[in-house]
């Protein structure tokens, strides 16, 4: 087994997450108690979905987010580079593309919808991947990105470091098919940006109307965006 280092070499990334794969949705279940259920109906509203839309879902994993944003009828594709990832979620009836988030294989404007769930802190350049979600997104389109935040009050913001170096490794040995990942994936949720940051990296990348909501006391937050 592996992971990475927070330099997020591609090759590194994608194998450790390869590891993760086979009981990846198990143990964010039992590490979230069951709150990225939520969090992916959070996401599918928040994007504003309607039949026949073209969506893309970046850093889909094993499609269950695709899943989730399929059901407002819109047309999903999931899009991620670990193979293994996608592989494990093969029997979930979307489509699916191995894609760099770096270079993404689709034409300017393809989408009326983007989004990416937990994996823009892993990308090796997170600007650049916002802006590609930008090229791919109509002009008038939506992104939403649901990520790791910086909690705001400083008594749960504490705890909740502490819960990242020491519940979330025991816990990972536990389920988890690859426990050694999740050490990485604390180390890059405390070093991911807080939300204003992150609002501001997001309308630099090209993108307007820049806001977040805060889930889970801001330890998750959502970003909402529109392409002009």
Request: charged letters at 25%; glycine letters at 8%; hydrophobic letters at 45%.
């Amino acid at each position: 087994m592996s992971r990475a280092d927070l330099d997020k070499d591609p090759h590194d990334v994608a194998a450790m997450f390869d590891g993760v794969a086979r009981r990846y949705d198990l143990t964010n279940t039992v590490l979230t108690a069951g709150q990225d259920r939520r969090w992916r109906r959070l996401t599918r509203e928040a994007l504003g979905l309607r039949p026949g839309e073209r969506v893309l879902d970046l850093a889909a994993g094993t499609a269950v987010s695709t899943v989730e944003l399929r059901l407002s009828g819109a047309w999903c594709v999931a899009a991620d580079f670990s193979l293994g990832m996608l592989q494990a979620g093969a029997h979930r009836p979307v489509p699916k593309v191995a894609a760099d988030a770096l270079h993404l294989p689709f034409r300017d404007g393809s989408f009326d919808a983007v989004t990416i769930s937990f994996g823009l802190r892993n990308v090796a350049d997170p600007d650049v991947a916002l802006a590609e979600l930008a090229r791919v997104t109509r002009p008038g389109g939506r992104l939403v990105v649901c990520e790791f935040g910086r909690p705001t009050a400083a008594p749960f913001r504490v705890a909740y470091y502490a819960g990242l170096e020491h519940v979330l490794p025991a816990i990972a040995r536990r389920v988890s098919s690859n426990p050694d990942a999740y050490a990485y994936l604390g180390e890059s949720i405390r070093d991911w940006p807080a939300q204003p940051e992150l609002a501001r990296r997001i309308g630099k990348a090209g993108w307007a109307d820049v806001g977040w909501r805060n889930l889970a006391f801001g330890a998750v937050a959502l970003h909402r965006a529109v392409r002009p």
